[in-house]
């Protein structure tokens, strides 16, 4: 009894029967299941189509990437005010995955089954997008134009699944072909990033440069890439390479083109499209100058470095400002996602999340009236051919492959081009130096596109 | 009042492996229901969060009753989940067979690496088990051909018996996994064993006096911690679907360690509460940043703003973790086995060797 008296006026007591209460609450409140109405087509409504798509807008992988989807948001919001998509208004949401694959596998879930998404669109990686082609495939949901160029995409184990950008060995093969033609005789060296990335790009060279004239291969791990790569540089100097292929992303490029200056050693250099593109490498060549303690002449020299750098590209580059499709890319930018432009500006990366909406809008055009996710896959085999894009080349799309761009056109930077000007400064521009050529990944040949380039619609080069 | 105490009041039995078992099936029946009821991206969650679970269990024995810090347990996972990947694509093995299998070869690992471990202390075994951390993804994506590089290797979800669908038997595998492995633990910890970890941890000299071969024992802790450690790998690479390098960057051992801190080192029941926090975290800060509209840039970054906050909060609030916190509120003192700030653990007089 004197127990139960000196309890009730204990006031640590109420204090937890208080606390533990509204943690129940809160829990409870939390835990409430999401309720999801059910449709004939998920994601789909007679006003609204609902997509999805995890991209890294933190960590490594996010600086340059992480202007794509938000640029992707432009075209859309573009063409929700001009009426949508029979009248269905583009809900796009992008969660942020920070280029984790397990991250990736989790919210590619919550979407599908929670916000149910009816097609997961442009979301970006390859580790990150292996993990869910497996998940998106059994539910039968569209896992379109992967912000990737692994060969992995376009395989009859997975009919969702569609790549977008030239594979890296298409790449290869191209940049190769364009060596073997105007280098020849000379001594060729490799660095590349040690992943699917970096080898299948050297597998498309391999294909068309003898192995007697590469003289050294040097690579880097991305995990672990943190200063100069100064130990390649100064092998493929040794080996006397008078010619080396980066097949780097931007940092990368930058990390290795520093050192090579250092130690006075300037060859030929060939760079992957993935790693080349001036208002991206640019800023990173002269930042990375200033933190390695160079010279204010020194920094103000960094940016040259990519003067004459041969590369490709599959679009107009920005610097060509007369191009229809930079001007449509420009317009969209500037009036729906003006804060994105005024940071960004027109770069690779925008350009790129333009040109992927874009298509996306098309198949959905194609698909018609009575979207279905099978409807929205055979309009882009049937009809992806015919889709309005910035591509040299028209999108290869069949029912079997799964591809989108396979051609390209050989570039070289040079200072005389007109430059690419954006928020950031303004940098060297390219002019073509190879016809449109286009191949497959496989072993085919190369052929020259002889084709039409399509031209975009008068009302997105209007702004209207 | 101890677990025993509350063994009493509560009219369980008296012996650690009925009253564990028995816990463990009330358990599970309870999570049977309310799972069968949640929608397919919950099950999906649970089953997550029990994957964690078995990892942070692992972590709770080494750190807690031990005194061991590994900032090593996400490359663990590693292990346990590409052998998990290896078997699936090359044998027929049973499922089960298999994650055994995982949690064995972690357990190797973890007895290799565990070797070393007992002449270093504190931050000197927290630097050595962050370089196995570190070397492990390089490990994989140096032989691409076995481990599949950047793309990784793919896990199937063995099928589904009946009409359940894919994410319930994928949460119900998970979380049985769980509590066996929390039974296994809880066992472990009441036995000999568990009082011989318990006595290095608190003063390796006096524990060596006392009879108890203090490496061996230590070895044992790191071996059996990377083995849990090794099967939430693998279970949760039955989650994930593919396993690769960029599943188990550093980041993930340093989650995992704050994760446990959180949820209250030492205890078991605690790492659920870890667990919850490692999957349901990063969300509600997601949510939380769209609510209030903040700008992608600062958006970006809140989850890890909010998980140093709720630690800081956490130590200052709750020192003993959640777990530690729901036992002051029940009236409870100190789980005994929490870093050894409680009354000193029953120091056997002889472990028999």
């Given at each position: 009894m004197p127990r139960r008296a000196r309890r009730r006026i204990d006031g640590t007591r109420v204090a937890r029967a208080l606390i533990a209460g509204s943690i129940g609450?809160?829990?409870?409140?939390?835990?409430?299941?999401?309720?999801a109405g059910?449709?004939?087509?998920?994601?789909?409504?007679?006003?609204?189509?609902?997509?999805?798509?995890?991209?890294?807008?933190?960590?490594p992988a996010a600086p340059g990437y992480d202007e794509i989807a938000p640029a992707m948001n432009a075209v859309f919001d573009y063409v929700n005010a001009h009426g949508g998509v029979d009248g269905r208004k583009i809900d796009y949401t992008y969660l942020d995955d920070g280029y984790n694959p397990a991250n990736t596998a989790t919210l590619t879930?919550?979407?599908?089954?929670?916000?149910?998404?009816?097609?997961?669109?442009?979301?970006?990686?390859?580790?990150?997008?292996?993990?869910?082609?497996?998940?998106l495939n059994a539910q039968k949901v569209p896992q379109l134009f992967i912000e990737s160029g692994c060969n992995c995409w376009s395989n009859p184990k997975y009919p969702y699944s569609l790549g977008w950008q030239p594979p890296y060995t298409v790449d290869g093969k191209i940049l190769g072909a364009y060596i073997k033609a105007n280098f020849a005789g000379k001594k060729i060296g490799y660095l590349y990033q040690d992943d699917e990335f970096g080898q299948d790009v050297v597998k498309g060279l391999d294909m068309e440069i003898p192995s007697s004239a590469v003289v050294s291969r040097q690579t880097y791990d991305a995990a672990t890439l943190a200063g100069p790569l100064s130990n390649q540089m100064a092998a493929l100097k040794a080996a006397g390479a008078q010619v080396v292929v980066l097949a780097t992303i931007p940092a990368a490029t930058a990390l290795a083109m520093l050192p090579a200056a250092v130690i006075g050693y300037f060859p030929q250099y060939v760079v992957d499209s993935v790693g080349a593109d001036p208002p991206t490498v640019g800023p990173l060549l002269s930042s990375f100058a200033q933190k390695g303690g160079g010279t204010p002449a020194q920094v103000a020299a960094a940016g040259g470095l990519l003067n004459g750098v041969i590369t490709t590209a599959y679009f107009a580059p920005e610097s060509d400002t007369t191009n229809p499709w930079v001007q449509a890319e420009k317009n969209i930018l500037q009036q729906y996602a003006p804060s994105l432009y005024a940071k960004s500006g027109l770069d690779g990366n925008t350009q790129y999340g333009v040109a992927l909406a874009y298509t996306f809008v098309q198949a959905l055009q194609k698909a018609g009236k009575n979207l279905t996710r099978q409807g929205l896959l055979n309009a882009i085999a049937n009809d992806g051919k015919s889709f309005v894009t910035p591509g040299f080349v028209p999108l290869s799309y069949s029912s079997s492959v799964h591809y989108g761009f396979e051609g390209e056109e050989v570039l070289k930077l040079e200072n005389s081009a007109p430059p690419a000007v954006t928020p950031t400064g303004s940098w060297i521009g390219g002019v073509a130096v190879s016809p449109v050529e286009v191949t497959s990944p496989g072993s085919g040949p190369i052929h020259k596109y002889t084709g039409p380039t399509s031209l975009p619609p008068k009302s997105l080069t209007s702004g209207s | 009042m101890n677990a025993t105490g509350f063994a009493r009041m509560m009219h369980l039995p008296r012996q650690p492996l009925v009253r564990h078992v028995l816990c463990a099936l009330v358990a599970a029946a309870v999570l049977y229901v309310v799972v069968a009821r949640l929608s397919s991206y919950n099950e999906y969650q649970v089953g997550e969060i029990a994957a964690y679970v078995v990892a942070l269990v692992g972590l709770s024995l080494l750190t807690g009753a031990n005194g061991q810090i590994?900032?090593?347990?996400?490359?663990?996972?590693?292990?346990?989940?590409?052998?998990?990947?290896?078997?699936?694509?090359?044998?027929?093995?049973?499922?089960?067979?298999?994650?055994?299998?995982?949690?064995?070869v972690a357990a190797a690992a973890g007895l290799v690496l565990g070797l070393p471990a007992t002449r270093l202390k504190g931050p000197y075994l927290a630097g050595m088990t962050l370089l196995f951390a570190l070397a492990v993804p390089s490990i994989a994506d140096k032989w691409p051909a076995t481990f599949g590089g950047d793309q990784g290797l793919t896990?199937?979800?063995p099928t589904a018996p009946g009409s359940l669908s894919a994410e319930e038997w994928l949460a119900q595998i998970q979380i049985i996994g769980a509590l066996v492995v929390m039974v296994l633990v809880a066992n472990l910890l009441w036995s000999r064993y568990g009082r011989a970890f318990r006595a290095v941890r608190d003063d390796e000299i006096a524990a060596s006096l006392a009879?108890?071969?203090?490496?061996?024992?230590k070895v044992t802790a790191f071996a059996i911690s990377a083995g849990c450690a090794g099967l939430g790998g693998a279970l949760l690479a039955l989650s994930t679907g593919v396993v690769n390098t960029g599943e188990f960057p550093l980041t993930l051992s340093i989650q995992l360690l704050a994760a446990m801190v959180l949820g209250g080192t030492g205890t078991l029941i605690g790492m659920v509460w870890g667990g919850i926090l490692l999957v349901?975290?990063?969300?509600?800060?997601?949510?939380?940043?769209?609510?209030?509209?903040?700008?992608?840039?600062?958006?970006?970054?809140?989850?890890?703003?909010?998980?140093?906050?709720?630690?800081?909060?956490?130590?200052?609030?709750?020192?003993?973790?959640?777990?530690?916190?729901?036992?002051?509120?029940?009236?409870?003192?100190?789980h005994p086995g929490t870093g050894g700030r409680s009354a000193p653990a029953p120091v056997p007089v002889s472990t028999g060797d």
């Open positions: 609450l809160m829990l409870g409140v939390t835990l409430l299941p999401a309720t059910a449709e004939s087509t998920p994601g789909v409504t007679s006003s609204t189509i609902t997509i999805g798509a995890t991209v890294p807008l933190t960590g879930r919550k979407l599908v089954l929670q916000d149910n998404i009816f097609a997961d669109v442009g979301s970006l990686g390859t580790p990150t997008q292996s993990a869910v082609q497996g998940f | 590994s900032l090593g347990h996400g490359a663990f996972m590693a292990v346990g989940a590409y052998t998990m990947a290896l078997l699936m694509n090359h044998t027929q093995t049973n499922f089960i067979l298999e994650l055994a299998a995982a949690a064995g896990t199937t979800v009879g108890i071969h203090v490496a061996r024992t349901y975290l990063p969300q509600w800060s997601t949510s939380v940043s769209s609510d209030f509209n903040l700008g992608s840039g600062a958006s970006a970054y809140l989850a890890t703003i909010i998980f140093g906050v709720v630690l800081i909060v956490a130590m200052i609030a709750a020192p003993n973790g959640i777990q530690g916190g729901l036992r002051w509120l029940w009236g409870h003192k100190p």
